[in-house]
């Protein structure tokens, strides 16, 4: 037998199975397309300016901008300004959701932007580096009639960064200056149904605080959350996906144990992607509708980290060994220079999610973005992070043109070897080449669908059907490399065909050895000649590490 | 004229008849005509009743304070038939959705203060007179002008509807396009609710157009011309307002990658959409009612106008003296700028009359000393200025 599966497959069962991989992808893409809604909706929302009228302040007090309890509230600051109301006494009120809807924990996580609409005034201008401190509780119940329980409140500090397009003159006053979007809050779980916040902006001349921020006019929010229809179809497919990776990850490994002699290294590597893969397929996320897990965020993202980083080793891994340099490999040491910069990226970005997502457990409010130090944290982080994935890339790059030059070099060669040695090399040469044929269509359809449904936000129409080609990105790009792991369990298992019609290289070689031949055949059609390489070599008359 | 054709029909009826004689399309296609034929359009016009209503008048919303709805008990109509100016299919609208009224009436009266600040160096200024026809007679003629009016009007209707979306004061806000609201909480579940500035749009649609499209003049008739100009410029306002929307991101993925991104639209300065329209103004297209009743370019050698774009059938009237059958209030008594050479020179803007100096005292706030709310310290600034004033 000669290996992998994939080997030995006749090309027409081959045809077969990659139509069928590719209707399963068809279909990851309708799904998403046609069935699911986009993932995301933002909604807007205006904060209205209530009036704290109490003479003590309560920090029980909560403002709703409408309803029955609505408070006192005013129009616009020239109204506060006639009435004599501080600054410090007007409460900013955002009830989310709006009217008659309820939020729920198929929404999966909210996140809120902030937005100021600063009017310019010739003598009000915003200051160079200018920043916003505000005051912010935020609150839930679950039922409109019931009281408010405080959630997070938190002093928190945004720096304003507007710029002015047109002229700065009286003839422009009253316009609006153009700010950039400010991160505001993020939860992780959406368990309750009513949710409401109260900002106030408290004025400190002494202190500076909130002195030169320009005339507010108004305070807009966004908020973000995954709709519940884009959830039920994610979780749908991961429950889908769950026991199909897991049985093909299950078999693949029975099959490599059936064998006489140790996994070697890229077997370890293929089941290692095979788990990860089941690790972010496992649909936990289920719980998310009956418990209250804001760590449910942070935890999707680790998988996909880990997920991540497992294929980009599994890349450079395989390349290793198929190398066809004749130098051993197999421990996993040797690719610490390829595996290393991984590793460290991942481990970068994972201490900039903690720093973000990971406070935020705690504080809904906090952004790295916010102060200065935490910018420039952040900033490393990303650069190191990028750097990594630059190295790594050019290790890769490196990796597959030396694969590509030894392939070169050995096929005018290749006729003048022995039966035994070219039919080896053939199948490294096929099995490296389908492999990379697959990765790159794979990677490439990422980038396209990646670049589409950054191109295109939105829809498109086909007939009367809506096609959410944001959703259809997310599942079809899921599916796809759900359906490229298990392909390559799959094709890379060891193929039990050993006296079936691939016997002519396993008998080239029993020719030569007699008996014994049963371990060699595995050991010239392993991934890599491992065990007990010097033998074959020295068969094929050819000393590989002497 | 006309507001309160309903309750008084006989007042309606005579305000047809005149406003028949002072239309200037009909006045110039039948320079000749005999008596009978006014007479018998007047007759006409008094059997229909839609034709009384006066086509603008939804814009004295921006004028008459309208008390918050919630004042009205569930139901009530007081609201709907206290407000003047509404067509039958504008007061159906306000009694589906009587929350909104007050904002449509925001929405125009931003509209007006948009169109008077675009026009303020112009011998037409977009002045309103204190009647429900808002801005008097000068609307009745097909112009420029009335072009830009009803632009800006209906954009402004699209802002304010919108924003009030994002107050969360509208019940039917963005989940509004299933008119089942017994599914509302399943949409909203399943999809998420659309934007508000799409749904601001689809309301002014609904709204402004409904007078336009509930008129039924023969094809072809001068009327029918002006209900095509009126829906084309409305078209151009809400398309004006929707379009300069800007669209805003924000990544949300893995780490704060891009590989989640939510979009949405915001609002434009309504200033900017306000400059906008004016210069639609300034390229607007001249049209004419052609024989398949659709309106066509009188010079075919431009292009057709796209919905963006604002037409017009009359040419403007002569905004310089007063008219009372133009509706014109003229220039006199208007200040303008010695030195410019522009619309607000006093040579054009006095129309050649010239005009009288004087000089004021020009008291202004400055030095002023302001934070975020509600406190202002200022100085008082007196300045001795020249001004020009029209002959």
Not at chain 2, 113 to 124: G, V
Request: net charge positive; charged share 20%.
């Amino acid at each position: 037998m000669a290996g992998a599966i994939i080997e030995n497959m006749s090309t027409k069962k081959l045809v077969i199975m990659g139509v069928t991989l590719l209707l399963f992808q068809a279909f990851a893409f309708m799904v998403g397309g046609l069935i699911a809604p986009s993932p995301t909706t933002a909604v807007h929302y205006l904060a209205a300016k209530c009036v704290d009228t109490s003479k003590h302040r309560q920090e029980t007090k909560w403002f709703m901008p409408w309803g029955q309890d609505q408070c006192e509230k005013i129009r616009s600051f020239e109204e506060a300004m006639a009435k004599k109301i501080e600054a410090n006494n007007i409460v900013f009120a955002v009830h989310i959701p709006l009217h008659y809807n309820e939020m729920s924990p198929w929404f999966q996580f909210m996140l809120v932007i902030l937005q100021f609409d600063i009017a310019f005034k010739m003598y009000n201008q915003i200051e160079d580096g200018a920043l916003v401190t505000v005051d912010v509780g935020l609150a839930y119940r679950d039922d409109p009639t019931s009281e408010w329980t405080e959630m997070a409140h938190s002093f928190e500090q945004r720096k304003l960064n507007c710029n002015f397009t047109t002229a700065k003159t009286f003839e422009n006053e009253g316009r609006y200056y153009e700010c950039d979007l400010l991160p505001f809050m993020e939860v992780g779980s959406v368990s309750h149904k009513y949710y409401l916040l109260n900002i106030r902006l408290p004025v400190n001349e002494r202190k500076k605080i909130n002195v030169g921020i320009g005339e507010i006019k108004d305070i807009r929010l966004v908020s973000i959350h995954q709709n519940g229809g884009f959830t039920k179809v994610w979780f749908a497919m991961k429950t889908f996906l769950t026991p199909s990776i897991l049985i093909i990850m299950i078999w693949y490994w029975r099959r490599i144990t059936l064998l006489s002699r140790p996994p070697v290294l890229l077997e370890k590597v293929i089941l290692a992607l095979g788990i990860s893969m089941t690790f972010i397929n496992i649909p936990v996320e289920w719980f998310s509708i009956g418990f209250n897990w804001t760590w449910m965020l942070l935890f999707g993202d680790i998988r996909q980290g880990i997920f991540y980083s497992m294929l980009l080793s599994f890349w450079i891994i395989f390349c290793g060994e198929h190398l066809m340099d004749q130098t051993e490999r197999n421990r996993f040491s040797v690719y610490w220079r390829q595996v290393g910069p991984i590793v460290f990226g991942s481990f970068c970005l994972f201490i900039f999610d903690m720093c973000e997502r990971g406070v935020q457990l705690t504080n809904p409010f906090y952004s790295v973005w916010a102060s200065d130090v935490g910018t420039e944290l952040a900033m490393a982080f990303i650069i190191v992070a990028g750097i990594c994935a630059c190295l790594y890339f050019l290790f890769l790059c490196f990796m597959v043109f030396q694969v590509f030059r030894n392939i070169s070099g050995k096929r005018t060669s290749l006729p003048a070897m022995s039966k035994a040695r070219r039919l080896h090399y053939e199948g490294l040469i096929f099995r490296f080449k389908f492999l990379m044929l697959v990765t790159l269509f794979c990677a490439a359809m990422t980038v396209i669908f990646f670049i589409v449904s950054q191109v295109h936000d939105g829809h498109w129409h086909w007939g009367d059907h809506e096609v959410q080609v944001n959703s259809a990105f997310f599942t079809g790009v899921y599916g796809m490399w759900n359906l490229y792991v298990f392909a390559i369990m799959f094709l890379y298992a060891p193929s039990h065909k050993r006296y079936g019609d691939e016997q002519s290289s396993g008998q080239c070689i029993t020719g030569d050895h007699g008996a014994n031949s049963g371990e060699d055949i595995q050991l010239t059609t392993t991934i890599t000649h491992v065990d007990a390489p010097t033998e074959i070599y020295k068969m094929m008359g050819k000393t590989a590490q002497e | 004229m006309s507001q309160q054709q309903s309750t008084l029909p006989k007042t309606g009826c005579v305000a047809v008849t005149r406003r028949t004689m002072d239309n200037r399309s009909v006045r110039r296609r039948r320079t000749g005509a005999v008596r009978h034929l006014l007479l018998a359009a007047a007759f006409l016009a008094c059997s229909s009743q839609l034709l009384v209503v006066d086509a603008n008048s939804w814009w004295s919303l921006a004028l008459t304070p309208i008390q918050r709805p919630e004042m009205y008990i569930i139901g009530a109509q007081p609201l709907c038939s206290q407000l003047s100016g509404l067509s039958q299919g504008q007061r159906k609208l306000c009694q589906l959705y009587q929350d909104h009224m007050i904002y449509i009436g925001d929405g125009a009266k931003t509209g007006i203060k948009e169109c008077q600040y675009q026009f303020r160096h112009r011998r037409w200024n977009c002045s309103t007179v204190d009647n429900t026809s808002v801005f008097g007679r000068v609307m009745q003629i097909g112009s420029r002008e009335t072009a830009f009016t009803y632009a800006i009007s209906a954009a402004g209707v699209v802002n304010a509807i919108s924003r009030a979306c994002r107050e969360g004061e509208l019940s039917t806000c963005g989940c509004s396009r299933a008119a089942r609201p017994r599914d509302l909480p399943r949409d909203w579940l399943w999809g998420g609710c659309g934007d508000n500035v799409h749904y601001g749009y689809r309301f002014a649609r609904e709204f402004v157009d409904a007078r336009e499209r509930e008129k039924n003049y023969p094809r072809g008739s001068s009327e029918h011309s002006r209900t095509l100009m009126n829906l084309q410029n409305n078209e151009a306002g809400r398309q004006a307002a929707y379009n300069l929307a800007n669209v805003a991101c924000k990544c949300h993925g893995v780490s704060g990658s891009c590989s989640l991104k939510t979009c949405w639209l915001q609002l434009a300065d309504f200033r900017r959409v306000g400059e906008f329209l004016k210069e639609k103004y300034d390229s607007a297209a001249a049209m004419r009612i052609g024989r398949k009743g659709k309106l066509e370019l009188v010079d075919k050698r431009f292009n057709n106008p796209t919905p963006e774009d604002l037409a017009y059938i009359d040419p403007s009237p002569d905004y310089c003296l007063r008219n009372e059958t133009t509706g014109s209030l003229g220039t006199q008594g208007r200040l303008c700028n010695k030195t410019s050479e522009g619309m607000d020179g006093c040579e054009l803007m006095c129309c050649g009359r010239g005009y009288d100096q004087f000089k004021t005292y020009k008291h202004e706030r400055c030095h002023c000393k302001f934070h975020w709310c509600c406190y202002v310290k200022c100085k008082r600034c007196t300045t001795l200025v020249d001004q020009f004033v029209c002959k």
